[in-house]
């Protein structure tokens, strides 16, 4: 992979629906881009920082997350993006590491925004003063069918298992899918929407050429 010399670094973000391969997918880029001379770091949402993984636990695993009211939940994701942000992402891109996110702001606007229907506007602004002006260069979206996420999670609608999110409805993760599918219509120029039932390879492979047609 050929890329070019650049003071600041890169910064990709993965997105998708459960189960869709995004880890997968950011692992094969990091070593491709280490493979190329490129110092990568990697980082998840919500999480990242301590004060990350302390709100990644409040929201996926501990007993008092269960019935959070969505305003709350979309607070905790946005609080935990900003230290994110300005502990970690910012000071990484100004030294010239491509950072490679496993979900950033998108994911609030589709999990919070169109699937648990708040405000699109309230959520359009609380993602930008979490965020503080720093956006993906480029984000690829992991489209999954439900059918096909459930299979993978080893779950079924309204079965127990999993973490808070997962334990959600199809009908909540079939908004999430057409969140992402619109935001995708409406931002060709970031995102790139890649079919998640293909080979991982022939995935990984469409990643790299994009990039390299981009840069």
């Known amino acids: 992979m050929a890329l070019p010399s650049m003071a600041r670094g890169r910064f990709i973000t993965f997105e998708g629906t459960e189960a869709c391969g995004k880890s997968t997918q950011i692992a094969r880029l990091r070593d ?22 302390r709100v990644r636990e409040l929201l996926q695993h501990a007993p008092e997350g269960e019935g959070m009211e969505p305003e709350a939940e979309l607070l905790l994701f946005a609080a935990s993006r900003a230290q994110l942000v300005r502990e970690v992402v910012g ?56 059918t096909e996420s459930r299979r993978r999670l080893g779950l079924r ?33 970031r995102i790139r929407v890649l079919d998640a039932t293909a080979g ?9 050429g994009d990039l390299d047609a981009w840069l």
Request: glycine share 14%; proline share 4%.
């Open 32 to 53: 491709a881009l280490q493979a190329a001379g490129r110092e990568v770091l990697l980082t998840r949402e919500p999480g990242g920082t301590g004060v990350g993984e």
């Open 91 to 146: 000071p990484a891109l100004a030294r010239g590491t491509w950072v490679l996110a496993d979900r950033f702001l998108d994911s609030t606007t589709v999990y919070q925004g169109a699937a648990r229907g708040l405000d699109r506007g309230a959520v359009d602004a609380i993602n930008t003063f979490a965020v503080g002006g720093l956006l993906p260069d480029r984000t690829f979206l992991l489209d999954l069918e439900i």
């Open 157 to 189: 609608d309204g079965e127990g298992g999993g973490d808070r999110m997962e334990r959600e409805p199809d009908a909540f993760f079939e908004r999430v899918r057409a969140g992402y599918l619109d935001l995708a219509e409406a931002e060709p120029d």
């Open 200 to 208: 991982e390879g022939d995935i990984a492979r469409r990643i790299l």
